[in-house]
């Protein structure tokens, strides 16, 4: 492993001004992980008063209601692969899918039609990631696409299998819920900190990478089972006025 040779002061400068990426650690400044919610919270704010224009004309994208018009926007997704990155991210294809998510549930009839077609759309995203794993990380215009078509494809039928087997409002689906942001925000801390002492003991393969999941998971779990009971710490990550379960009398 490399040392690093240059003094702290130059370590600090590097740090609060390199923004090339900021998913990483070893370039600059970092919020890790939760980069993604600053992209969703500048998508969202962006893009609010043309939803809200929509909504109010009642718009609809009747083409989105038949499956083969439905693998469209994947065209739309690659164009958009080859505009600027924003922090080594392409804030452009986030907000693509943030925008196409909110066509998506404007109509229930669309979601009709996915939930008709999760097998295709789950087939299609099976052989787009088997494409992907084949083209080895190319950066080609028809590796983007394949990719794209994996990743779309793999949306529409977790939205189709969600509908189908996720949709009857049980106790399990509104704890997950509610469970997921905090969730997301804690594990990355758990993750690192499982892999950094696992991995003193064990050599990398697979035992290592479940015995870092299940820890990272417990612990990511147990975290949110004590800050989702106090009022400060719910409002921190996120979360409404807690939940409280319907008893049988």
Not at 119 to 148: I, K, S, Y
Request: glycine fraction near 8%.
């Amino acid at each position: 492993m490399g040392r690093y040779e240059d003094s702290y002061a130059a370590f600090l400068w590097r740090y609060f001004t390199d923004f090339s990426d900021w998913s990483e650690y070893e370039g600059g400044i970092s919020p890790a992980h939760l980069w993604f919610i600053l992209f969703l919270f500048l998508i969202s704010a962006a893009l609010v008063q043309p939803m809200l224009a929509l909504a109010r004309r009642g718009y609809t994208p009747r083409w989105l209601r038949r499956p083969l018009p439905a693998l469209l926007p994947v065209a739309l997704l690659t164009a958009l692969s080859y505009l600027p990155e924003v922090g080594g991210k392409n804030i452009f294809v986030s907000a693509a899918y943030f925008m196409l998510g909110f066509l998506v549930a404007t109509d229930d009839s669309i979601m009709d039609m996915v939930e008709r077609w999760r097998p295709m759309f789950l087939a299609l995203a099976v052989g787009g990631a088997a494409g992907v794993l084949l083209l080895g990380g190319q950066e080609t215009l028809p590796a983007t696409a394949v990719r794209d078509l994996a990743c779309w494809t793999a949306l529409l039928s977790m939205l189709g299998y969600g509908r189908r087997h996720l949709n009857g409002g049980s106790k399990a689906v509104t704890y997950c819920n509610e469970a997921a942001f905090p969730m997301y925000v804690l594990h990355q801390t758990f993750l690192v900190a499982a892999g950094f002492y696992v991995l003193q003991h064990a050599d990398a393969g697979p035992l290592s990478y479940v015995l870092i999941m299940i820890v990272s998971f417990a612990l990511s779990l147990i975290t949110y089972e004590v800050v989702r009971r106090w009022g400060l710490t719910r409002f921190i990550l996120g979360l409404g006025r807690q939940i409280r379960w319907a008893t049988n009398p």
